[in-house]
């Protein structure tokens, strides 16, 4: 076997990954600029992306990820799709912080050159969802499907939530929604492991038809909350005058987990109407 055959296309945007997830961790910590807690999910992100990618191409490189005990393809499937996830909001998160306000000299160029790779990365990782995405008609993991997606999708969007949930009032209204987010991120990560773990086909269910069952139930359960979150939310913060004794504002985090719960609320109408098509409208070749 020729040296070409090792160094695909996909191995050749995994070295630039590496790349650029080292450059961005090397620069900030150079000028130790990821005091708070947005920094260290920065650093966390790009530590993350760096060692895993590693690990992935020298397991891939070697061929001994044939002898891992897990699905590979539906873990490479989810790792792309999540590092596309955390990088995106670092790459937007970090420089909000950090390069606000205006700032000069060294400090300030590493921080900017580090966003710059950052977002880079990124778009490294998002071009491999696009490449090893699973296309109409092929044989391949669930996670690499548009469904196997959205789930990391949407247990990433539910985990950023349940980040930034504050103490809420004991109201029945507001502990919904918290029981709704919480439930459908632990159904829809215990998804991902029994996939990625080669498990579900030992289990003794019809994967898909349950997956949809449970898509409509999320659906339901989340077009509830989209009614109620902000409803209750905001009869209790109307506005953002009860922001000034606070570092960060309960308005503006009401409104950011709105936004983010019709988005998932989007993903999972999508990923039911997906599974529809998959299940009942796909013509054995």
Known sequence: MGIRSYFTPLVILRFFQIFFSCTALSLVASVQMYHNQYGAWSMFTWIMCFVITILIVVLELTGFYSKVPISWEDFTSAFSMLASLMLFTTSIMYPSIFLSGGCSGHSCACRGAATAMSILCFFAYAIEVGLTRAKPGEISGFLSTVPGLLKVFEAYVACIILSLL???????????????????????????????????????????????????????????????????FFKYAPNRDLCRPYYVCPWDIGVGITILTYINLVAYIVDTVYSFRMVFFTVPA
Request: glycine share 6%; charged share 5%.
């Open 166 to 232: 504050i103490p809420v009032s004991p109201d029945g209204g507001l502990q919904w929604c918290v029981a709704v987010y919480s439930i459908c991120f632990i159904i829809t990560t215990i998804i991902i492991i029994l996939t990625i773990g080669r498990l579900l086909p030992k289990l003794p269910i019809n994967f898909e038809k349950i997956l949809i069952g449970y898509n409509i139930l999320a659906v339901a359960m989340y077009i509830t909350v989209a009614v109620i979150w902000p409803y209750y």
